[in-house]
């Protein structure tokens, strides 16, 4: 099957950083596939800003001079909430701390030229500040200041004062997004039979991995160049059991062989996981994919007796009633046919609800499919020769019966064990499960089958 190459453009991965990658891939007989990045993303990473990890959770920005960057002020942000605040004072928390948007002049005028700044136009220039508009807030202007460097705000038609324009940031440099692992897939005689997946807390919050991807982490970034100001900072999605995303079209495949990296569209992943299998690379897929039905945000609302006071389980808890009142919205249209008609307010919003449950479905359409990867076949499916080694582990599907049970033990052992409160946030705890963890998640699953099935 032909692919796509997954150049700088289609991936979010800067071209140095491609070949960096895939270089690690092949040194450890792994294949990894990463979710793209946005271009903004990518030349921020380019121009050596620092990437988010887990810590912060406020949404980027598409437009001004925030673009790429991840604002304080919320209404700065690609969803643009609510009106800017000239009054705001921010507070950090942990290594996540408020640092002013600065530039150098030579990151500016880089970014300007690439067109970095979308909807952004510069309308004046003196000796002392650049002044930029965007299309996307005509109340607001931005200014660069042309010797600290410095980016403030200021309303466009109020005699007020510039106020600063604060983004997150590590150690004083201002972030962007990172690359992030969809999913890690050594080789069966990289990882000596190792099936235990790691709850692994730092600096910057909790994340779930294997011992394989904890030592590939640091390895990547210094491939990256980046070994002091990493882009890669946390565990791959297919362990993300507590905050399961949305998959994307397409995912960044780098491989151990001489294949260079190419762009697989979501449809053919099934496929592709068999060939990883077949070749006897361990392809652990997230046990949430298999029956899940709650995803992001929502899982937090598990923790409503134990965490009421904390705003994430607050915010889980509103997304898992709206996901409730989605689902009510079906049995509502089965009720009007069987019964007549409703008023119209209430049609609209059943209609509305309706269309957000089909786009849930469609999420839960593809991770149902990964979760039921092809039978074994005698050729590859999906993948050309070139993406596996041309000889020695990989080579061959003499380990594939190997590969295939590892993976599947690893799975059936991987869950959340609990929650834990730590930095004033409560936190899922995602990793293997222990014996008796097993048993009582077991138990629990074989009487909800009992009540479904109306005995």
């Known amino acids: ?50 990437t988010k990890s887990m810590d912060i959770h406020d949404k980027s920005s598409d437009w001004g001079l925030t673009s790429g960057f991840v604002p304080i002020d919320q209404a700065f942000s690609k969803k643009k909430i609510g009106q800017p605040n000239d009054a705001m004072v921010p507070h950090g928390h942990g290594d996540a701390q408020a640092v002013q948007l600065s530039f150098s ?23 002392e500040t650049w002044k930029f508009q965007s299309s996307e807030n ?19 038609d109020r005699e007020k004062a510039e106020v600063p324009v604060w983004v997150w940031g590590y ?37 779930a991995a294997s011992g394989f991807t904890i030592a590939l982490i640091p390895a990547l970034n210094s491939a990256c160049g980046r070994p002091k100001n990493p882009v890669f900072n946390h565990g791959a999605e297919a ?12 995912l960044a495949l780098f491989c151990p062989g001489t294949q260079t990296p190419i762009m697989v569209p979501r449809m053919v992943l099934p496929g592709v996981l068999h060939d990883l299998l077949r070749h006897g690379y361990v392809a652990v897929i997230n046990p949430k994919w298999r029956s899940g039905s709650t995803l992001g945000i929502e899982d937090m609302g598990a923790a409503a007796a134990e965490g009421q006071k904390s705003g994430i389980v607050k915010a889980g808890t509103d997304a898992l009633g709206e ?4 689902a009510a919205s079906r049995i509502a249209v089965a009720w009007k046919k069987h019964k007549g008609s409703l008023d119209e307010s209430f049609e609209l919003e059943l209609s509305k609800r309706l269309g957000q449950w089909k786009q849930r479905y469609e999420m839960l359409r593809f991770f149902r499919a990964l979760a039921n990867t092809p039978e074994q076949q005698n050729r590859n499916l999906i993948l050309p020769d070139e993406a596996f080694p ?56 074989e009487r909800w089958e009992e009540l479904t099935s109306g005995k």
Not at 138 to 156: A, I, L, P
């Open 138 to 156: 005509s109340k607001v202007d931005f200014f660069w200041n042309v010797k600290s460097g410095k980016v403030t705000w200021k309303w466009r």
């Open 239 to 250: 362990q993300n059991f507590s905050f399961t995303q949305e998959l994307d079209r397409y």
């Open 1 to 50: 099957m032909p692919f796509e190459p997954a150049t700088p453009d289609r991936s979010g991965v800067t071209s140095s950083h491609l070949a960096a990658i895939h270089s690690v891939c092949q040194q450890k007989n792994a294949f990894l596939f990463l979710r793209p990045s946005t271009s903004a993303t990518m030349r921020l990473i380019d121009a050596g800003f620092a």
């Open 323 to 326: 996901l409730k009142k989605n």
């Open 171 to 207: 150690n004083g440099i201002p972030v962007t997004g990172d690359y992030d692992m969809w999913m890690v897939v050594p080789h069966v005689s990289e990882v000596s039979g190792q099936k235990n997946i790691l709850s692994v807390k730092d600096s910057h919050g909790r994340s």
């Open 105 to 127: 002049q030579g990151q500016l005028t880089s970014l300007l030229s690439k067109g970095h700044f979308e909807k952004t136009t510069k309308v004046g220039e003196s000796t």
């Open 390 to 445: 041309k000889s020695g582990a990989g080579s061959a599907e003499d380990t594939r019966e190997l590969a295939r049970q590892l993976a599947l033990e690893t799975e059936e052992a991987f869950g959340r064990v609990g929650f834990v409160e730590e930095d004033g946030h409560l936190t899922p705890v995602d990793a293997t499960l222990t014996p008796v963890e097993r048993n009582k998640v077991s138990k629990l699953v």
